[in-house]
């Protein structure tokens, strides 16, 4: 089965940077997910990685380590619309399994 | 880019009824559809998997008689919620993976979801 843990709740100041940290248990892996959900909405892609190391795209970077079962989303130069859950996943045979999401909110 | 609707996007409904979700691909095949469900300040939980032409997976604990799921065409997959109670009510959302690509894993993509109220 999968285990994915994220906090549950991060603020941080408009222009800040914040990262969300994940970790996952899991009997296989294809990949790991960052998605954007807004409160009542469907989750948006933010990034995909399978291998380790960094990716960047934009004001966002996810960052992945295989050995340690652990990710990190890294947001930058936060906006107010930056406001809303952040969702880790992990897909094997192409099903995802969520964590349960961090909700961050982006203060003036 | 590929685009999922759902209909309807919201339903509030009495108890015991039937409730039927759609979810369409407008733009692309898709082989398999993924049902979710999302309670309140909760993540998404996989229901079932639907695959054209046969019959859906469902995961453990996800009743398959009382969560009908039908996926009769390439663009199309349907759930319905049979006799519906209160503690069904949630957020439905359904995403579809397209066929091919040089990354398939990346192809799935999420409907915009279906607020069930059972009163």
């Known amino acids: 089965g999968q285990n994915i843990d994220q906090p549950t709740e991060m603020t941080a100041t408009e222009g800040a940077i914040v990262q969300i940290n994940c970790t996952y248990q899991t009997s296989g892996f294809n990949g790991l997910f960052w998605y954007q959900q807004h409160a009542g909405e469907a989750p948006t892609f933010l990034s995909y990685?399978?291998?380790?190391g960094l990716e960047e795209k934009g004001r966002f970077s996810s960052f992945l380590s295989r050995s340690k079962g652990y990710s990190y989303l890294l947001l930058k130069e936060l906006q107010m619309k930056d406001s809303a859950s952040y969702l880790c996943a992990v897909i094997r045979d192409y099903k995802l399994s969520f964590g349960a999401g961090t909700t961050v909110t982006v203060r003036a | 880019g590929a685009v999922v609707s759902q209909h309807p996007s919201r339903v509030i409904c009495k108890s015991g009824t039937s409730v039927k979700i759609e979810c369409r691909s407008l733009d692309f095949q898709a082989t398999t559809m993924f049902w979710y469900r999302q309670f309140p300040k909760q993540s998404l939980m996989l229901m079932a998997t639907?695959?054209?032409?046969?019959?859906?997976?469902?995961e453990q604990g996800v009743e398959k008689d009382k969560f009908l799921i039908n996926h009769a065409s390439l663009t199309l997959s349907t759930l319905t919620v049979t006799s519906a109670h209160p503690e069904d009510s949630s957020f439905y959302i359904c995403s579809a993976r397209a066929e091919g690509g040089l990354a398939p894993v990346l192809e799935q993509f999420f409907g915009p979801g279906t607020r069930l109220t059972v009163l």
């Open positions: 990685n399978v291998l380790d």
């Open positions: 639907s695959n054209e032409g046969s019959k859906a997976t469902y």
